[in-house]
């Protein structure tokens, strides 16, 4: 059966990932993780975590992702047999040193390989196999007629999986130097500060002044700020051809992206007929560059890039999470502002949204009454409010 995989950067996304719908969720420790700024887990947090999820049926994959130094295969190696004991189910790996000492250390938890090992083709993924890995993720440069090549090759062999949505690196499938050239801090070690998504011009150095236009060939457009990856409607055919695993992207991400996506596809992977206006529509209330198919549907083409603006969309605001229930009702922690008399749309755990009218006054949690709240407060709404439920404010259409 397919599994669908969400991110998590700290606890807390952890359990909105898999109560919104993951069937297994990856993240990082506080060392050796390609996204040093999304939080992480210390070993007691991953304990709980990984905890979290057995207790639910879902899976824990950690990624020690980065290529390491040779001095830090010895602190690497010791993390990977803790976290082997807390029975991790999976480890996210790119380096070949890195599987060769876990093989000679005698670390049997599966080891999976990570987008930044850039797989392009079922001999490389024969090849991973014969090294020991139980799964591949396939690069982001893959066509579907690709990926049904691969699939005929590897089905049954080896296990595959695809990354159907979230932000992606100009570069390939994340092997990207310029952070490193331009702040000294070094994408390949977690460390990236997304100089791709600044604002630049090319220049020849004769000719100050004279802007030029960047051409696309058939490997690729070579362009910053690109748009956000959604695949939503790819899901099934890929389910077809045996893709065992289908990834989100985003560990630096709110709980109300990690909500609003990984509930979304959930009800895309098990066969809801959404349209994908419905599915654009939904994937618009959280933060995003504007959509893509990337390179699915066999190349890139320019509209694949926001070429005339470099900012964040959205059209809803995340304002309140649910925090605990009493015999008044169900009590919000404010994440944002909330005006009194307000309209907001409630997302539950099952991916439905209804709209909520707020009351005039709003009712705060030890009885005081007010017109508008702010971050950290906590109100009282009438009625049973699912638990881990989030709030927000529609602000536009667009």
Not at 67 to 80: F, G, I, M, R, W
Not at 140 to 168: C, M, N, P, W, Y
Not at 290 to 300: A, E
Request: with cysteine; aromatic share 10%; glycine share 6%.
């Amino acid at each position: 059966m397919a599994e669908l995989l969400a991110p998590a950067g700290d606890l807390e996304k952890l359990e909105y990932a898999s109560i919104y719908g993951a069937d297994a969720v990856y993240f990082g420790m506080q060392e050796f993780s390609l996204r040093s700024y999304a939080g992480n887990f210390s070993v007691d947090d991953a304990d709980k975590g990984i905890r979290f999820l057995h207790k639910n049926g879902k899976k824990a994959y950690i990624t020690l992702n980065v290529y390491p130094y040779s001095n830090e295969y010895d602190t690497l190696v010791k993390l990977a047999k803790n976290l082997q004991e807390l029975d991790a189910d999976a480890f996210i790996v790119s380096d070949l040193g890195v599987m060769n000492e876990f093989k000679k250390a005698g670390i049997r938890t599966p080891i999976h390989i990570s987008t930044q090992a850039n797989t392009m083709s079922w001999q490389t993924i024969l090849a991973y196999k014969e090294l020991g890995a139980k799964r591949v993720n396939l690069a982001r440069e893959l066509s579907f007629d690709q990926i049904k090549e691969i699939q005929g090759k590897v089905r049954d062999k080896v296990e595959t999986e695809v990354f159907i949505h979230g932000a992606v690196c100009f570069s390939y499938s994340g092997r990207c130097a310029i952070s490193d050239y331009m702040t000294g801090r070094k994408a390949n070690r977690g460390e990236c500060t997304h100089p791709c998504r600044w604002k630049y011009s090319v220049v020849e150095e004769t000719r100050p002044g004279e802007h030029y236009p960047v051409f696309e060939d058939e490997r690729g457009l070579y362009l910053f700020n690109n748009k956000d990856l959604a695949l939503f409607p790819y899901v099934q055919d890929l389910k077809k051809l045996g893709v065992n695993s289908f990834k989100i992207e985003g560990r630096m991400k709110t709980i109300h992206y990690i909500a609003s996506v990984v509930s979304l596809y959930r009800r895309v992977m098990d066969g809801e007929n959404l349209s994908n206006e419905q599915c654009f529509d939904l994937l618009s209330r959280v933060s995003n560059r504007g959509y893509s198919y990337g390179f699915m549907k066999g190349s890139i083409k320019p509209d694949d890039y926001s070429q005339e603006e470099n900012k964040q969309r959205f059209n809803s605001i995340f304002v309140a999470n649910y925090s605990s229930s009493t015999k008044d009702g169900t009590i919000f922690r404010v994440r944002n502002k909330i005006n009194a008399g307000d309209v907001l749309e409630c997302l539950t755990p099952d991916g439905r949204i209804s709209s909520l009218n707020m009351p005039k006054p709003l009712k705060m949690k030890d009885g005081t009454t007010c017109d508008v709240v702010q971050n950290e407060d906590e109100i009282l709404l009438d009625g049973n409010i699912p638990k881990y439920s989030i709030l927000r404010k529609v602000v536009s259409r667009t």
